[in-house]
């Protein structure tokens, strides 16, 4: 009897682990396992989180030489909004000033955001030029 009493305590300390696990993990924000872009803030992997966020700062830094693979890399950036333009289709969104690197993000809805706003932008990454980038799809939020 003892043995089996034994087997069966085991068997609910292993369920009531993974059990524990399971919920933990509900309740934590999804993080990248490796930084996948060391020295590189803002980017990541397809449809990933970056350890940092890009800022107007940090932009230079990031994008400085990176020559993006054939696989989609992802750019996360905050700042504050310096344009709000829509074709009646789709939205166009930028970040950053003129005289830097502008981030143009390109999505369904501008979400009621206006000129100055802080925001966060996240999408597929694709350098233009030295001075822009384009995020194609790209979701927005405020800050």
């Known amino acids: 009897m003892n ?3 034994e087997k069966a305590g085991r ?3 292993a369920i009531a ?3 524990g696990v399971a919920m933990a993990a509900l309740g934590s924000p999804a993080f990248s396992q490796d930084d996948l872009y060391p020295g590189r803030p803002g980017l990541a992997g397809p449809e990933g989180t970056p350890p940092e966020i890009a800022t107007c700062e940090t932009i230079g ?3 400085d030489g990176f020559k993006p693979a054939r696989d989609r890399v992802d750019l996360w950036i905050s700042g504050p909004l310096t344009l709000v333009h ?3 289709v789709l939205w166009y969104l930028a970040v950053c000033p003129d005289t830097g690197i502008r981030v143009m993000c390109v999505t369904y809805s ?3 955001m206006k000129i100055g706003d802080r925001v966060v932008l996240a999408g597929a990454l694709e ?3 030295r001075k822009h980038a384009v995020l194609d799809p790209c979701l927005a939020s405020r800050e």
């Open 3 to 5: 043995d089996r009493c």
């Open 11 to 13: 068997r609910w300390a």
């Open 17 to 19: 682990l993974v059990a």
């Open 61 to 63: 830094k990031t994008l």
């Open 86 to 88: 829509t074709d009646k």
């Open 110 to 112: 501008d979400n009621g």
């Open 127 to 129: 350098v233009q030029d």
